[in-house]
Nanobody
């Protein structure tokens, strides 16, 4: 049974940085590809970023490319989302997701690709 717990959200001014974490509980974290999604008030949840099980492949949404960096530490069984140069439009609940991956470079981007989800952490960027 996989459990995901996010932390590290908060309130920050525009231009600032945050690094949400996603702590993984279960077996074989190193076999899981990880993703981050976000949902702003009144909007549908959207893809932010994904990373392959070995950390060697990543994909970013166009809106965050160059500002956000996804990573995973297999020894700490934790995934991260380093967010720099934050904008008010980045305000949302950020959720992490995990999927068991047989391919080293598998980088899923759709919600339906993921089997496990965390409850989310709120990120608020003030102007």
């Amino acid at each position: 049974q996989v459990q995901l717990v996010e932390s590290g959200g908060g309130l920050v001014q525009a231009g600032g940085s945050l690094r949400p974490s996603c702590e993984f509980s279960g077996r074989s974290f190193s076999y899981y590809a990880m993703g981050w999604f976000r949902q702003a008030p009144g909007k549908e949840r959207e893809f932010v970023s994904t990373i392959s099980r070995d950390g060697g492949s990543t994909i970013y949404a166009h809106s965050v490319r160059g500002r956000f960096t996804i990573s995973k530490d297999n020894a700490k069984t934790t995934a991260y989302l380093q967010m720099n140069s934050l904008k008010p439009e980045d305000t949302a609940v950020y959720s992490c997701a995990a999927v068991f991956s047989t391919g080293y470079s598998y980088t899923p981007t759709r919600e339906v690709d993921f089997g496990s989800w965390g409850q989310g952490t709120q990120v608020t960027v003030s102007s």
